[in-house]
């Protein structure tokens, strides 16, 4: 799927949604809980199950990034399923330090 900046997604396994904030150019799967993420308001594809084995989910109101792929998502609603982009899973994005005031 073409990711473009400001596209919500929604999981198909459980109840998170996110928005993109970065997004690469190209195309990227991302997934939630091991099963392709939809456009919000898409039907979800049927037969699709929640795979716990790739981690916990995402939590409401942070962000989570592939720094290679140039990649980066806000969660807008937590689930229970963990963050994927080409199979692999996506890391919480941690603050930047603040410069030294020496």
Known sequence: ???????????????????????????????????PMVPDGEDAPAGAALDESLGDGPQLGKRYADEELGLELLCTRAGAGALTADGAVLALKGAKPLPSSD
């Open 1 to 35: 799927m073409e990711l473009r900046p400001g596209l919500k997604l929604a999981s198909a396994v459980c109840d998170a949604q996110v928005v993109v904030v970065r997004a690469p150019a190209g195309d990227v799967e991302v997934g939630c809980g091991g099963a």
